[in-house]
C-alpha cells in the first residue's frame, strides 16, 4: 500500500448515528490534514496535526472529533451528524506542515440521512 | 487573509486546443500559489507551485501557469489539450513559508471535446 488511503470510501449514516473515518498515510510524513469538500464550496480546511498534535482547528463543530494516535494514522469520529455536513472529506499529508506539498487521499464520500 | 477566485466553474475545449484556466489571488503577505488536479473519485493532486522563484513554473502533463503579481494572477495554461485532462483544477494560495494553511478556490472543471 502507498501513498494515502482511506477507509472507508462511502458513508452513510443517520443523525444518531457514531462512526469514524479512517486515513492511513505510508509516506513517513509528520503533518496531515482534514479537509472537507462540498459541492460548489472552496475546499475547507478543517484540522491540521503535526508531530500527533493538533495545531489548527478551524472552528469545526465539536461533533467531528480528531483522532492523531501516531503520525501515519489520522481519524475523524463523527457523532450527532446534520444533512449539511454530508460531502467529501480529504485527508492529506505533507512532510512537515511548512512548505511542503500536500498529497491527498481519495477521500470518503459520506452522506448523513 | 488571502483568498482566491476562478473564474468559470465550467470550460469546455476541443481535444488539440489551447487550455486555459483562470485564477486571481489575493494575499496580504507575498504568496505562494499551486495548481491541483481532481479526477472523477480521485484525491487532490499537485500540478505545479510557484515559491517565488522563477516566474513561468512548469509542471506535470504539460501544464504550466505564470505567475503575475501586477495582474494578481496565476493563469494555468496547456498548449493542446488532451481527453485525459478532463477533471476539476483547483487553485490555492497560502501566505510564504506556510503551505500547510492553503485557501482553495471552488475549482474549475474542463472538460474535453474530440
Known amino acids: 500500500e502507498t501513498g494515502v488511503t482511506q477507509t472507508p470510501r462511502h458513508l452513510v449514516m443517520g443523525m444518531t448515528n457514531k462512526k469514524s473515518l479512517k486515513c492511513e498515510q505510508h509516506?513517513?510524513?509528520?503533518?496531515m490534514y482534514w479537509y472537507k469538500q462540498s459541492a460548489k464550496k472552496p475546499l475547507e480546511l478543517m484540522f491540521v496535526?503535526?508531530?500527533?498534535?493538533?495545531?489548527e482547528n478551524n472552528s469545526v463543530p465539536s461533533r467531528f472529533s480528531p483522532e492523531c494516535p501516531n503520525s501515519s494514522h489520522l481519524f475523524l469520529h463523527l457523532h450527532t451528524l446534520q444533512p449539511e455536513d454530508s460531502a467529501l472529506y480529504l485527508c492529506?499529508?505533507?512532510?512537515?506542515?511548512?512548505?511542503?506539498?500536500?498529497?491527498f487521499g481519495p477521500g470518503t464520500r459520506l452522506t448523513v440521512l | 487573509a488571502q483568498s482566491v477566485t476562478q473564474l468559470g466553474s465550467h470550460v469546455s475545449v476541443s481535444e488539440g486546443a489551447l487550455v486555459l484556466l483562470r485564477c486571481n489571488y489575493s494575499?496580504?503577505?507575498?504568496?505562494?500559489l499551486f495548481w491541483y488536479v481532481q479526477y472523477p473519485n480521485q484525491g487532490l493532486q499537485l500540478l505545479l507551485k510557484?515559491?517565488?522563484?522563477?516566474?513561468l513554473v512548469k509542471g506535470i502533463n504539460g501544464f504550466e501557469a505564470e505567475f503575475k503579481k501586477s495582474e494578481t494572477s496565476f493563469h494555468l495554461t496547456k498548449p493542446s489539450a488532451h481527453m485525459s485532462d478532463a477533471a476539476e483544477y483547483f487553485c490555492?494560495?497560502?501566505?510564504?513559508?506556510?503551505?500547510?494553511?492553503?485557501?482553495f478556490g471552488t475549482g474549475t472543471r474542463l472538460q474535453v471535446t474530440l
Open positions: 494575499s496580504s503577505v507575498p504568496p505562494y
Open positions: 492529506a499529508s505533507s512532510p512537515m506542515g511548512g512548505l511542503d506539498t500536500q498529497y
Open positions: 509516506l513517513g510524513h509528520n503533518a
Open positions: 490555492a494560495v497560502s501566505p510564504t513559508g506556510t503551505a500547510s494553511k492553503l485557501t
Open positions: 510557484y515559491t517565488s522563484a522563477a516566474t
Open positions: 496535526y503535526n508531530f500527533k498534535e493538533q495545531t
